[in-house]
């Protein structure tokens, strides 16, 4: 394949929400949602066999009404299938109560994908290197699926199977994604090592605490690029709970991490380094947490 | 489909196009409508090269599907010049020699001028943050920065807005 030419498929142009479910339940497996297009584009382009494929291509352009940032005080932020990583740059409520997202926003690829590149299919994609991915996964929260059997949610501790493998059935469109209200005293933030912002990560974290003057009392801490997925560190979770951050607690959680991940040697990085720096990396995070309040 | 009618409006002209569904907009502006100004350079979103406004937004047209485009607003380099008298943007990258080769020029000019959109007035870091997304082979930034940071000073807004200044000062 080449990186200029596309391969043969058709267009599907759904004007609702039904519509879409109704073409994927029609087509189920042989069908690639598009929203931004920044990673099926890629995809398409490179495939290395024609059973990787899909036959037709369903892009979300016509359906109206997805592509919104909302803060409800109520229930929390809700993010539209079609909200792209600058549209949540655009919403000061992200940057005042997730500022783990908005930092991973910031700090996505590169200006022209953040125009395109929707916050839902960085998800949908399953990458373990997927840096809004890595935030929304400590902040924790929902995906709220359309399919022919009707809306479910499912939680995002649930959403990730495998390699590329999400809990979306063929017949289910990704609608919104639910963000929980933050906690009094709850504070983020997000880290990556990468040679340049617009490479993919060699190592993320993001981590979520709730925090009573220096007391633990809740902790989500996630980390991308050490396993086939986005992975929680729960085990490193259970060493922060409860406790007072203090430099001894802080060295224990850190030198947990590198037995909880699994990573391995790629083109951007070494199994030995990404083990290396973990600890040194979530134990940042957490300092930056702290100090940003 | 395979094929879907559509109309662009590419740099103050209506083009009405009947494209195949699998042709990016970069295809379609180099190969169908002969506008070479935009370049194809890794076809995968890093480079920067194929960068256009779309609605005045920045993006890669080598990851845009023509056919998703229809009724869009798109501007490409040649846009931006007046009857062949180039904007404070292009003529900034001239006087700044910020051109070697010239092959990223006309997506770093596009970026440029996404970025002075947003941001009249940009800091060194914000520039070089805003450039992220494209890649120069030949030279490095340098002067790059400095022709953006001219762009700034020289945006005809910007002229208007601090003349009532001058007078106050003489």
Not at chain 1, 146 to 175: C, K, M, N, Q
Not at chain 1, 245 to 269: G, N
Request: glycine letters at 8%.
């Amino acid at each position: 394949m080449s990186s200029r030419i596309l391969p043969d498929f058709d267009l599907l142009l759904p004007q609702s929400i039904p519509d879409a479910v109704e073409l994927l339940s029609a087509h189920r497996d042989r069908i690639t949602v598009m929203a931004g297009g920044t990673d099926v584009m890629v995809a398409m382009k490179f495939a290395q066999s024609p059973a990787q494929l899909p036959d037709y291509v369903m892009s979300l352009e016509n359906v109206p009404g997805l592509a919104y940032v909302l803060f409800d005080p109520e229930r929390g932020l809700r993010i539209g299938a079609k909200a792209t990583v600058a549209d949540l740059l655009a919403q000061s409520e992200v940057k005042r109560h997730y500022r783990a997202l908005w930092h991973a926003a910031q700090t996505f690829a590169t200006g022209q994908v953040r125009n395109t590149a929707t916050v839902l299919g960085n998800l949908l994609r399953a990458s373990p290197a997927g840096d809004c991915s890595c935030a929304i996964y400590a902040i924790g929260g929902v995906v709220v699926l359309h399919g022919t059997s009707g809306r479910r949610e499912v939680d995002i501790d649930d959403f990730w199977l495998s390699y590329g493998v999400t809990a979306r059935r063929p017949d289910e469109l990704a609608v919104e994604l639910i963000l929980p209200l933050p906690a009094a005293g709850s504070r983020s933030a997000f880290k990556r090592m990468t040679r340049t912002s617009e490479d993919l990560a060699k190592l993320n974290v993001a981590v979520r605490l709730e925090m009573s003057g220096n007391t633990c009392v809740d902790a989500r801490l996630a980390m991308g690029c050490v396993a086939p997925t986005p992975l929680r560190l729960t085990r490193t979770e259970a060493l922060l709970k409860g406790r007072e951050l203090t430099a001894e607690v802080l060295q224990r959680v850190a030198a947990s991490v590198p037995w909880e991940i699994s990573p391995i040697d790629d083109k951007r990085s070494t199994a030995e380094y990404r083990k290396q720096v973990s600890g040194v990396l979530l134990k940042r995070a957490i300092q930056e947490a702290c100090g940003a309040a | 489909m395979k094929n879907r009618d559509i109309t662009l409006h590419i740099n103050g002209e209506e083009y009405r196009l009947n494209v195949a569904v699998n042709r990016t907009l970069l295809d379609v502006l180099r190969d169908e409508l002969g506008m070479t100004e935009t370049k194809y350079g890794c076809g995968t979103g890093e480079c920067g090269a194929c960068t256009v406004l779309v609605e005045d937004k920045a993006v890669n047209s080598c990851l845009t599907l023509a056919a998703t485009m229809d009724g869009k607003r798109i501007t490409t380099v040649a846009g931006l010049a007046d009857f062949g008298r180039l904007d404070h943007i292009q003529q900034a990258f001239v006087d700044e020699a910020a051109i070697q080769c010239g092959y990223c020029t006309p997506g770093m000019v596009m970026k440029t001028a996404s970025l002075l959109a947003q941001n009249p007035d940009p800091s060194e870091a914000e520039i070089r943050h805003a450039l992220e997304g494209n890649i120069c082979r030949c030279t490095g930034y340098e002067k790059i920065v400095k022709a953006v940071r001219k762009a700034a000073e020289t945006m005809p807004g910007r002229a208007a807005a601090v003349e009532p200044c001058k007078e106050v000062v003489q």
